[in-house]
C-alpha cells in the first residue's frame, strides 16, 4: 500500500467505477437460442428482447438469419434470440406463431411489437431503433 493519499483516492475511485459496472445490466453479445427451460426467463428482462421464430427448413429464415446475426452486433441494448419452432412448438403456439420467419419484439415479459416474413436488414433496423432508446 501507498502512503501517498492522492494515490490512494485514485485506487478508491477507481474502484468505485469498476464497481458501478459490474452492477451495470450487460446483455452478451451473440444470438441466444430459446426453448422450454429458459424462454420465459429471457424474455422477461427489463431491456428488450427480439425473438426470431425460424425453422431449418424455412428457405426466408435462413435469408434472414445473417441479416439478424449481423444486426445483433450493431445494436447493444437489446437481446437478439431465437426460436425453432419445430423443437418449442409450444412456444410458437402460445404466440400465436403461423408463418415464418416472425420477429416479435418483448420487454419485461409483454410484446410491443411484432413483424413476419422476410422483413430484410430495413425492418429489423426499424424495430430495433424504435426500442434502443
Known sequence: MSDDPEIEKIKQRQLENLLKQQNQPKIEPGITDLNDSNFDQIISAENPTLVDFW???????KTMHPVFESLSKTYSKIKFARVNVDNSQNI?????????????????????????????APGIHMICKKYSN
Open 55 to 61: 425453422a431449418e427448413w424455412c428457405g426466408p429464415c
Open 92 to 120: 410458437a403456439t402460445r404466440f400465436a406463431v403461423q408463418s415464418i420467419p416472425t420477429f416479435i419484439m418483448f420487454k419485461s415479459g409483454q410484446i410491443v411489437d411484432k413483424m413476419m416474413g422476410s422483413v430484410g
